[in-house]
T-cell receptor
Framework: GQNIDQPTEMTATEGAIVQINCTYQ??????LFWYQQHAGEAPTFLSY??LDGLEEKGRFSSFLSRSKGYSYLLLKELQMKDSASYLC?????????WGAGTKLIIKP | DAGVIQSPRHEVTEMGQEVTLRCKPI?????LFWYRQTMMRGLELLIY????????DSGMPEDRFSAKMPNASFSTLKIQPSEPRDSAVYFC????????????FGSGTRLTVV
């Protein structure tokens, strides 16, 4: 994706914690989305960060640093169903700049 | 609400044929987006509408692609003539004013052109 960097693939163990990092270009920034996409399905909304800091939503948390052009998605108490691609998406005036996604593989 | 509804779910067609993909956005949403997803290029925005008016079609790959939104509850993406390289999953998404709720995607149309 244009100007979005995130790892291609990560592997983690069931029950553990994993952090998926994302960097983006700071120009034209309105906010930062994280989407989850299971294989063969549509992306589903996880979070939207506008201000700096950590936002927690159950087992998932998302962090944003606007000055650094950096975000991460933190997944706790991993479950097998969390195996999916996680897409970092920059909101730039109703145009979304999509990262290529991080494929997260959960092992028992 | 039934969410964003796309049809068909799967489409297999021969090269050169016309393909029409359909989308019904969530009622009340002002924005409608057409995306294409492939393994090689990820998610690409093709075109988006605001209040039924096309705002940005710079992502439409070429003149073979066209999109319309005749009213607030219906949009089409047409490919004529189709080519094998058009094979992809095509997603429609809609959103209301403001982005805090995120964009809601339809289930997608998996297009295969042989």
């Amino acid at each position: 994706g244009q100007n979005i960097d995130q790892p291609t693939e990560m592997t983690a163990t069931e029950g553990a914690i994993v952090q998926i990092n994302c960097t983006y270009q700071t120009s034209g920034f309105n906010g930062l989305f994280w989407y989850q996409q299971h294989a063969g399905e549509a992306p589903t909304f996880l979070s939207y960060n506008v201000l700096d800091g950590l936002e927690e939503k159950g087992r998932f948390s998302s962090f944003l640093s606007r000055s650094k052009g950096y975000s991460y998605l933190l997944l706790k108490e991993l479950q097998m169903k969390d195996s999916a691609s996680y897409l970092c998406v920059q909101d730039s005036n109703y145009q979304l700049i999509w990262g290529a996604g991080t494929k997260l593989i959960i092992k028992p | 609400d039934a969410g964003v509804i796309q049809s068909p779910r799967h489409e297999v067609t021969e090269m050169g044929q016309e393909v029409t993909l359909r989308c019904k956005p969530i009622s009340g949403h002002d924005y409608l987006f057409w995306y294409r997803q492939t393994m090689m290029r990820g998610l690409e925005l093709l075109i988006y509408f605001n209040n039924n008016v096309p705002i940005d079609d710079s992502g439409m790959p070429e003149d073979r692609f066209s999109a319309k939104m005749p009213n607030a509850s219906f949009s089409t993406l047409k490919i004529q003539p189709s080519e094998p390289r058009d094979s992809a999953v095509y997603f429609c998404a809609s959103s209301g004013e403001g982005a805090l709720g995120g964009y809601t995607f339809g289930s997608g149309t998996r297009l295969t052109v042989v």
